[in-house]
């Protein structure tokens, strides 16, 4: 089956809102090359949206999920529980960076997981207002949606949104974190009175928002915040955690702690299974019932997230990740003398991103974004967007990606920037 007759196809049979980035089909993919159906190799930067650290179809995961696929595939945890469910929670809260003892419930997809963190914060606190940020992302179910810090596409025509959700601004090359606090303060005087707000939810750094990454005195500070009102503060680490940012999660990369986490992404190594975990007296609060979902904790996907903690621990890709970002972040610092429209190399381990300007102007530059996307794609090098402006490269390898390959890589992203 040939890519155009399968576009044809797509055209017809799926609607318009379901965007697709690339005009070719997967038929194969190892690590971090995937292969489409007219045979042509890529090399995936793009990692399923952050999905595949592990990369695609590590041998460990792989075996993990048919040794399970012999057993059983669902029984629904909630009807007929299985013991992989609670060994992968009691994994999980034993790594977590939450203070005291921990539980996790999991659920299947990311959005589902942020659902659940408010409910749970609200279930808690019994209170219902939540704060988020801008350029967050959260999710694309209506509660997600709102507290997603980005219009277009996300919001589009989708309203009215969930009462009682706020936003503070990000801090960023244009705010700082005492403008960002300052911001959240005046919204307990305009808005919401702090002793209704449940929660205040941030990724340690955004995704979807432009790999923004969270200063350390802003954690402190909403730490403080939180700790001050009765407020739950809640990382949202479905694409920084499991090593991209170097660390197991992003925010071991702060003083502070989290009262709720949410994961996602690359637990399952390719698998969808989500979760939340948190201070076990805030887990508790909902009523037997009040939690979970039919595929919620599928047996397959525990299996595969349970071999992706093993791989991630065996191969020490915490210290990979932070040496490929290292490299990564150095070519393109090497590169601004030769490409002015660089304005920011940012990132954590290899949670790195790079944005573009308009050298004349100094304004976000999409479409030299896209332009270099196009480029890389024609040798082989599929990369991903992001940003409120779309100006942002991301990148999002597999963890596990050969040295060899990975060099490729950054010789064909080099060109296509200079381009």
Same mark, same amino acid.
């Given at each position: 089956?040939?890519?155009?007759?399968?576009?044809?196809?797509?055209?017809?049979?799926?609607?318009?809102?379901?965007?697709?980035?690339?005009?070719?089909?997967?038929?194969?993919?190892?690590?971090?090359?995937?292969?489409?159906?007219?045979?042509?190799?890529?090399?995936?930067?793009?990692?399923?949206?952050?999905?595949?650290?592990?990369?695609?179809?590590?041998?460990?995961?792989?075996?993990?999920?048919?040794?399970?696929?012999?057993?059983?595939?669902?029984?629904?945890?909630?009807?007929?529980?299985?013991?992989?469910?609670?060994?992968?929670?009691?994994?999980?809260?034993?790594?977590?960076?939450?203070?005291?003892?921990?539980?996790?419930?999991?659920?299947?997809?990311?959005?589902?997981?942020?659902?659940?963190?408010?409910?749970?914060?609200?279930?808690?606190?019994?209170?219902?207002?939540?704060?988020?940020? *801008?350029? +967050?992302?959260?999710?694309?179910?209506?509660?997600?949606?709102? /507290?997603? !810090?980005?219009? #277009?596409?996300?919001? @589009? =025509?989708?309203?009215?949104?969930?009462?009682?959700?706020?936003?503070?601004?990000?801090?960023?090359?244009?705010?700082?974190?005492?403008?960002?606090?300052?911001?959240?303060?005046?919204?307990?005087?305009?808005?919401?009175?702090?002793?209704?707000?449940?929660?205040?939810?941030?990724?340690?750094?955004?995704?979807?928002?432009?790999?923004?990454?969270?200063?350390?005195?802003?954690?402190?500070?909403?730490?403080?915040?939180?700790?001050?009102?009765?407020?739950?503060?809640?990382?949202?680490?479905?694409?920084?955690?499991?090593?991209?940012?170097?660390?197991?999660?992003?925010?071991?990369?702060?003083?502070?702690?989290?009262?709720?986490?949410?994961?996602?992404?690359?637990?399952?190594?390719?698998?969808?299974?989500?979760?939340?975990? *948190?201070? +076990?007296?805030?887990?508790?609060?909902?009523?037997?019932?009040? /939690?979970? !979902?039919?595929? #919620?904790?599928?047996? @397959? =996907?525990?299996?595969?997230?349970?071999?992706?903690?093993?791989?991630?621990?065996?191969?020490?890709?915490?210290?990979?990740?932070?040496?490929?970002?290292?490299?990564?972040?150095?070519?393109?610092?090497?590169?601004?003398?030769?490409?002015?429209?660089?304005?920011?190399?940012?990132?954590?381990?290899?949670?790195?991103?790079?944005?573009?300007?308009?050298?004349?102007?100094?304004?976000?530059?999409?479409?030299?974004?896209?332009?270099?996307?196009?480029?890389?794609?024609?040798?082989?090098?599929?990369?991903?967007?992001?940003?409120?402006?779309?100006?942002?490269?991301?990148?999002?390898?597999?963890?596990?990606?050969?040295?060899?390959?990975?060099?490729?890589?950054?010789?064909?992203?080099?060109?296509?920037?200079?381009?």
């Amino acid at each position: 089956m040939k890519n155009q007759e399968l576009n044809t196809r797509r055209a017809q049979a799926t609607p318009r809102g379901v965007g697709v980035m690339c005009d070719f089909y997967a038929v194969r993919a190892e690590n971090a090359t995937l292969w489409d159906a007219e045979g042509r190799e890529y090399i995936d930067f793009a990692g399923g949206i952050a999905v595949l650290n592990t990369g695609h179809l590590h041998p460990k995961v792989q075996a993990a999920v048919a040794a399970q696929l012999q057993q059983f595939t669902h029984t629904a945890y909630q009807i007929v529980p299985y013991e992989g469910y609670v060994a992968l929670a009691e994994r999980i809260n034993a790594l977590a960076p939450i203070d005291g003892p921990a539980k996790t419930a999991f659920f299947t997809t990311g959005a589902e997981a942020v659902e659940n963190a408010v409910k749970i914060a609200r279930s808690y606190t019994g209170r219902s207002g939540v704060i988020a940020f *801008g350029g +967050a992302f959260h999710g694309r179910t209506l509660l997600g949606m709102a /507290l997603t !810090g980005k219009v #277009a596409p996300y919001k @589009l =025509s989708f309203g009215p949104m969930p009462a009682e959700i706020f936003h503070a601004p990000f801090p960023g090359a244009d705010v700082t974190v005492a403008e960002s606090i300052k911001a959240l303060e005046m919204l307990f005087k305009t808005d919401i009175d702090p002793k209704r707000v449940a929660a205040i939810i941030l990724e340690p750094v955004q995704g979807e928002g432009g790999f923004n990454v969270a200063p350390p005195e802003l954690m402190r500070e909403l730490r403080r915040v939180c700790d001050e009102h009765g407020i739950l503060l809640i990382a949202d680490e479905v694409q920084t955690g499991f090593a991209r940012t170097g660390k197991l999660f992003a925010m071991q990369h702060h003083d502070v702690k989290p009262d709720l986490m949410t994961i996602a992404k690359s637990l399952g190594g390719g698998m969808p299974i989500s979760g939340v975990v *948190g201070r +076990a007296e805030v887990m508790d609060a909902p009523a037997p019932g009040g /939690l979970g !979902g039919t595929y #919620a904790g599928n047996a @397959l =996907s525990v299996a595969a997230a349970l071999a992706v903690l093993d791989v991630i621990e065996e191969e020490q890709l915490c210290a990979r990740s932070a040496q490929l970002g290292e490299q990564l972040m150095a070519r393109l610092n090497g590169l601004r003398a030769s490409v002015p429209g660089i304005a920011d190399v940012r990132g954590l381990g290899s949670m790195v991103a790079v944005e573009l300007v308009d050298p004349a102007t100094g304004k976000p530059d999409a479409q030299a974004v896209q332009r270099v996307q196009q480029a890389a794609l024609k040798q082989g090098l599929i990369l991903l967007s992001c940003g409120v402006y779309g100006n942002v490269l991301r990148f999002l390898y597999p963890l596990t990606i050969p040295d060899a390959q990975f060099a490729r890589a950054l010789d064909i992203l080099s060109a296509a920037l200079q381009g």
